[in-house]
Each structure stands twice: as C-alpha cells, then as structure tokens.
C-alpha cells in the first residue's frame, strides 16, 4: 500500500515562509509527476503545483507563481514545497498527490494557518 | 486557463435513488477528466479517470460519461455512506483544475 504523509505545516505570520514536505512510500516515486493541491477551511480543492518525475519541469496556479517553489528530492523519496510571502488567504490544508494522471494516492494532509 | 463548473453546487435525494453532477469545461478537453469522491476531513478519492473509467476498487455504482466539454457523474442507488462532496478536475492542461464541488446528502 503507498503511503504519502505531509509535514511542515504550523502558524506563521503574514509575510513568513513555511516549507511543507512530503515522503512517499512503497512506489517508484521519480516515476510519477507530484502535486501539491490546497483547501481552504470550509471550501473546495485549489490545484496549487506540479513537479516532473524527474523535476525537471513545474507549473503553478497564478496565486501563487513567483511565491511557492516546488521541488523534490527522488534519493529521499519526498517532495516539497517552499512558501514565500505568505498571505491570509494562502490558509489552508495543503494535501500532496501522485499525479498518474488523476490524483490517485493523497497524503492526509498538514494545515497552514496564515495569521498576526 | 480551463475553468471547471459544476452543477448543483447541492443536493438531496433519497436513499435507493439515482443522482447526476454534470460538469461543464470551458474548452475542450478530450476524456481527460476525474472525479472524487471527499468525505469529511478526509482527503478527496478518485473515483472515475478518464471520464468513464471506474478506479480499481470502487463501487460500479458510480459511473462516468461525457467528452469534449460536458461531463456527468451518476451515482445508482444512492446509499447513507455516498453522502459527500464530490468534484471533477481536469487533466487536459496545467494548471489542472477543479469544479467548485457538489455536495450530497441523504434526505
């Protein structure tokens, strides 16, 4: 069974960086493409980031392109994501996916709260 | 980029009934369409890829269909533990997508 559990989550103050990791197990993971996806609290899912399988290639929803940088480590099995000048309305749980391609294995997902 | 709208943004049917979502893109997008099935604080579940194409291990209760651009979701014989929301994303192109969700609850 895959199992994929983020980490990294916390309170931080508006204008802090936070960086989320996730670990994969029991899967070729520099095979698939990882994605991180948000939901605020009481909302619906926000794509947020994608990485290659071999990281070579990124995309990112407009909110948060030149903010957010994904990356991933294969040697270690964990993708992450830096966030920069952090905003209320980056609030959220944050949630990292194997693309393949639907989102078919999720980590439990770690909350980040954006607030003074 | 592509936007996903779905509708009803809710509903409630009786158990043993029959429920549709439809979702609409705003190109076209092929099949290269996903739905899942999110429960509270739980994260969301594929339940069909590819627009019609049943995941390994879910219900075939759940059915999908549609191309291009309209797209629907059926659940048969609805049941208490279907109560959910459910959303569709597309893969067509980054950024990929989601519809705002459908909500569904047993009446």
């Known amino acids: 069974e895959v199992q994929v559990l983020e980490s990294g989550g916390g309170l931080v103050q508006p204008g802090g960086s936070l960086r989320l990791s996730c670990t994969v197990s029991r899967v070729d993971f520099r095979y698939f493409a990882m994605t991180w996806i948000r939901q605020a609290p009481g909302k619906g899912l926000e794509w947020v980031s994608v990485i290659s399988g071999s990281g070579d290639s990124t995309f990112y929803e407009d909110s948060v392109e030149g903010r957010f940088t994904i990356s991933r480590d294969n040697s270690k099995n964990t993708l992450y994501l830096q966030m920069n000048s952090l905003r209320g309305d980056d609030t959220a749980i944050y949630y990292c996916?194997?693309?393949?391609?639907?989102?078919?294995?999720w980590g439990q997902g770690t909350l980040v709260t954006v607030s003074s | 980029d592509i936007q996903m709208t779905q509708s009803p943004s809710s509903l409630s049917a009786s158990v043993g009934e029959s429920v549709t979502i439809t979702c609409r893109a705003s190109q076209d997008i092929g099949t290269y369409l996903a739905w899942y099935q999110q429960k509270p604080g739980k994260a969301p579940k594929t339940l069909i890829y590819d627009a019609s194409s049943l995941k390994s291990g879910v219900p075939s209760k759940f059915s999908g269909s549609g191309s291009g651009t309209d797209f629907t979701l059926t659940i048969r014989s609805l049941q208490p533990e279907d109560s959910a929301t459910y959303y569709c994303?597309?893969?067509?192109?980054?950024?990929?997508?989601f519809g705002q969700g459908t909500k569904v609850e047993n009446k």
């Open positions: 994303q597309q893969y067509n192109s980054y950024p990929r997508t």
């Open positions: 996916a194997r693309e393949s391609p639907d989102l078919d294995y």
